[in-house]
């Protein structure tokens, strides 16, 4: 079966995907966060999800792009720290962006991840390099861009997209941390994972499981 669009079902899948996977990795994300940071993460982005799994769940009658805005509103009130209100400022921003679409193709999604990672580099007045999240979620825009432009469908278009976030995710390894708590140690980041970039790699493989089946 190819699957060609997302509809509110299918983003709101998509949502339940990511916090299931923020669930599964919640040890992961504490250790990583406790390497260079408050080690809170792997607390915050199940609460975060959680509120958004339980708003999407709820939403009725209207568009993906909607309801993806609003579910980052839910996560923005139920984990109000740093990392909570980056991501949640990367569902509203990108749910903005293709708010008025009644399904979400390649292109739609290429347009949601592109606004999703640009919201989080204005909050977080931060560029690519600098060992964030960004690092992870800007090649998955890119790769969603060029599966846009050669018309492929979402269910490929996001297991490439996926790929290339977890390959920003090792990239961002080598970055030295400019940020946050993280920033102190400066050059002891390099060569450590990001907690951030996990968590955008975790958000791209949370969309593309969700297409898969």
């Known amino acids: 079966m190819s699957m060609d669009v997302l509809d509110l079902y299918g983003a709101a899948g998509a949502v339940h995907a990511v916090r299931l996977l923020m669930d599964e990795h919640r040890d992961r994300l504490v250790a990583l966060d406790q390497a260079i940071g408050d080690g809170d ?14 708003y999407a769940a709820s939403a009725s009658a ?9 579910a980052g509103m839910a996560m923005a009130k139920a984990a ?16 903005k962006a293709v708010a008025e ?14 606004a999703f990672t640009a919201g989080i580099m204005e909050r977080g007045k931060t560029q690519l390099g600098n060992k964030t999240v960004v690092d992870a979620l800007d090649p998955a825009a890119t ?10 469908d979402i269910r490929t278009a996001l297991a490439e997209a996926a790929t290339a976030a977890e390959h920003g995710r090792t990239a961002a390894r080598q970055m030295m941390s400019q940020h946050g708590k993280a920033a102190v140690f400066r050059e002891q980041t390099i060569g450590i994972d990001d907690p951030g970039a996990a968590v955008g790699a975790l958000i791209l493989q949370g969309f ?6």
């Open 41 to 54: 993460l792997g607390l915050t982005m199940p609460k975060a999800f959680a509120a958004a799994d339980d």
């Open 62 to 70: 209207v568009t993906p792009g909607k309801m993806l805005m609003q």
């Open 80 to 95: 109000p720290s740093t990392m909570g209100t980056l991501v949640a400022t990367g569902f509203m921003r990108g749910g």
């Open 101 to 114: 679409a009644a399904a979400l193709d390649t292109s739609g999604l290429a347009s949601f991840f592109r």
């Open 143 to 152: 790769a969603l861009e060029a599966a846009a432009a050669r018309g492929t």
């Open 208 to 213: 593309a499981a969700s297409v898969q089946t």
